[in-house]
Nanobody, 124 residues
Framework: QVQLVESGGGLVQAGGSLSLSCAAS????????MGWFRQAPGKEREFAAV???????YYADSVKGRFAISRDDAKNTVYLQMNSLKPEDTAVYYC??????????????????WGQGTQVTVSS
């Protein structure tokens, strides 16, 4: 089992920045690909970014150039730096872990472990 706990959400004005963290515990962190997803009210959960076990990253077009995902395996933590935030970025943000997916990027259903989510609200 891998336990994931997100933090860092909040309220920010459009154009501002937030940094999310996701702390993992329970198993060795380094072999896992770590993803960030988000879910806005009334919408399906969607992919935002992933960082593979070897550091390779992939972003959704909607966040590319504005968000940056990183990981610190020594701290068992994955980060999502969000810049130039827009009101449409408002959502609950979830981190998730997957190991051994044959897909790149891993698909939503590939992820075995999920955090509880953290709310990000961007005001216009």
């Amino acid at each position: 089992q891998v336990q994931l706990v997100e933090s860092g959400g909040g309220l920010v004005q459009a154009g501002g920045s937030l940094s999310l963290s996701c702390a993992a515990s329970g198993r060795t962190f380094s072999p896992y690909a770590m993803g960030w997803f988000r879910q806005a009210p009334g919408k399906e959960r969607e992919f935002a970014a992933v960082i593979m076990w070897n550091g390779i990253t992939y972003y959704a077009d909607s966040v590319k150039g504005r968000f940056a995902i990183s990981r610190d395996d020594a701290k068992n933590t994955v980060y999502l730096q969000m810049n130039s935030l827009k009101p449409e970025d408002t959502a609950v943000y979830y981190c998730a872990a997957v190991r051994g997916s044959s897909n790149f990027p891993p698909r939503l259903l590939d992820y075995a472990y999920w955090g509880q989510g953290t709310q990000v609200t961007v005001s216009s």
